[in-house]
């Protein structure tokens, strides 16, 4: 029986096969569609990517902060106030016949309670030494420890910049809109700087000299700091020279200052600083005099801690002390925490 049923299964399977015209259609599974997975773009350095589909690439970065501050007033009447920032950046670059076309988004977010503010860092185009849009100008850039005060006001504004780059040189000159900074009792803060800048750096030293006009006050900056690698740390020398109260520097006539980066380790740095300023303005969030004429003088010493503590995490201390001549004498500082991404 069962010998039987197994040559009659055979002969059915052998009659299938023979017999095409009565044998169902094979099943034919469909290709997998390609995908376009996302490729490493190491042209313009790393963590860039081509965007799929396109010859763009892309970076995306940012940095976490936490961080406390101490002194008179912080917060109304408190001596201290906490603050968080998240900030995230996206950078695009792309190949053109005038080289390469860059896009920089960056937004931030500062939390000071529950009720937390998000801004437009800076937003700009660039390409060819040409920049236009929202973007930090070169009275931004300052000695490496935090006491210093070699600008005034806000030092990020809708501009059109050139600059000419050659090895370690550069040079350039850019129209600034000073919608945030000085102006003269009566007017509205609407004002037009034009600034220029000149630096580089040769071996172990390099330098930088800037200036800065105010067309509405008409009265002008100029700044010039180097820096040097001597000894296990880098020193650092600023001075400025105010005309008169401007949107690029009102803080005092003049001022000197000088600081060393100590590199204790290779994730430890110590940086005291010492500034002297003349004709001091007291308070620059309030009224500002319409000359220097008749001010005292001011001094201000601190220190800066930076410990890197693992990759991408970074502490930093400062404490200082300002002794005013036309005030009180005061002592500030903060302690941060950031994650750098």
Known sequence: MNIRMVMLTSAAALAAVASPVFAADAIV?????AVDYVRVCDAYGTGYFYIPGTETCLKVG???RFEVYGGPNQKGTSDWNARTRAQVSFTSKSDTEYGPLTGVIVLRNNGDNTSTNTT?????????????????????DDLSGEPDVLSSFETLHNSVRYQYESGDFYAGVSVDELEDGYYKTGEGANNVGVAAAVGGKVGGFSYQVIGGYDTDNEEGAVRGMIFADI????LGLAAVYATGPNSYYAQSEWTVAAEYALKATDKFTITPTVQYFGNYVVDTDAVIPSSFDGLGDAWKVGVTLDYQIVDNLYAKATVSYLDPDDSNDVTTGFFRLQRAF
């Not at 599974?29 to 569609?33: G, H, R, T, W, Y």
């Not at 437009?120 to 030494?129: R, T, V, W």
């Not at 000894?231 to 880098?234: I, K, M, R, V």
């Open 29 to 33: 599974a469909a290709e997998p569609e």
């Open 62 to 64: 940012g940095y976490l």
């Open 120 to 140: 437009l860092d800076s937003a700009y185009i660039d390409i060819a030494g040409l920049r236009a849009g929202l973007f930090y100008s070169w009275w931004d």
């Open 231 to 234: 000894g296990p740390g880098t």
